[in-house]
């Protein structure tokens, strides 16, 4: 059975870190590109952070530069999202998705939410002011 399992969310001050782990069972995370994607209230999901192993190439939204990094642990076929000096508009709930990337279109379109892959259940980040 394929699983994505997200964990790691809570409550945050602005200012503050989490770290997000998503844990797959199932497939292995290699053969995919690796998405985090996150659902603030009221709006529509959108791509944080895509990577891509077959050209190691990296997506980043424009809003978490500098602040969020994405890495895996093969041995563990986990994958994490580091999240830094958190705002509040970074609230939401945070997704993991194993992306199919065997079309090579790009990390940018993994990180459409449009690619065919698999999804955790998602975990909520909630970050005060």
């Known amino acids: 059975e394929v699983q994505l399992v997200e964990s790691g969310g809570g409550l945050v001050q602005a200012g503050g870190s989490l770290r997000l782990s998503c844990a797959a069972s199932?497939?292995?995370?290699?053969?995919?590109?690796i998405g985090w994607f996150r659902q603030a209230p009221g709006k529509e999901r959108e791509g944080v952070i895509c990577?891509?192993?077959?050209?190691?190439?990296?997506y980043y939204q424009n809003s978490v530069k500098g602040r969020f990094t994405i890495s895996s642990d093969s041995a563990k076929n986990t994958v994490y999202l580091q999240m830094n000096s958190l705002k509040p508009e970074d609230t939401g709930v945070y997704y993991c998705?194993?992306?199919?990337?065997?079309?090579?279109?790009?990390?940018?379109?993994?990180?459409?939410?449009?690619?065919?892959?698999?999804w955790g259940q998602g975990t909520q980040v909630t970050v005060s002011s």
């Open positions: 990577s891509s192993s077959y050209d190691g190439s990296t």
């Open positions: 199932g497939f292995t995370f290699d053969d995919y590109a």
């Open positions: 998705a194993a992306v199919d990337q065997s079309s090579s279109a790009g990390v940018l379109y993994y990180c459409s939410g449009s690619a065919p892959g698999y």
